[in-house]
């Protein structure tokens, strides 16, 4: 998220800052050379950026509607741009998650020693932390 408001930011100040330079005959750059003086020329410059963007956003980003979180990862792990729109069909009509023969594994199992022998543990180790000087 941060990557794409900080995208945005420089997009708007790149946008900002060069648009007056393009758009107005009497401006002048930071080096004192007189502006491009485009006019409403501009406007094609800006529009063909976002008529490029169309077709990419269009042609290269899979749709993602209606899927969860693990189901877009399964999308980008196991589908291509092409292939992703009958993946993204049948994740939906099988209700496929991210992985379905996963086990569930208890934190107790984590744990090498039985809550009993934790507490008889702490309590070793206080004892032998204190200090008598």
Known sequence: ????????????????????YLVDKTTHGPTGIKAAGLGVKVFFIWGSTCAGCLIF????IPETMGLSL????L???????????KYRAQMLATNE??????????L??????????????????????????
């Open 1 to 20: 998220m941060s990557l794409a408001v900080v995208s945005n930011w420089l997009w708007n100040f790149g946008i900002g800052y060069t648009t007056p």
């Open 57 to 60: 956003a269009y042609f290269c």
């Open 70 to 73: 693990e189901q877009i990862d």
């Open 75 to 85: 999308l980008y792990r196991k589908s291509s741009i092409i292939g992703s729109n």
């Open 97 to 106: 998650t991210f992985m379905p023969s996963a086990k569930v594994i208890s």
């Open 108 to 133: 107790a199992s984590l744990l090498p020693l039985s809550p009993a022998s934790l507490k008889k543990k702490r309590w070793s180790m206080k004892r032998t932390m204190s200090c008598n000087y």
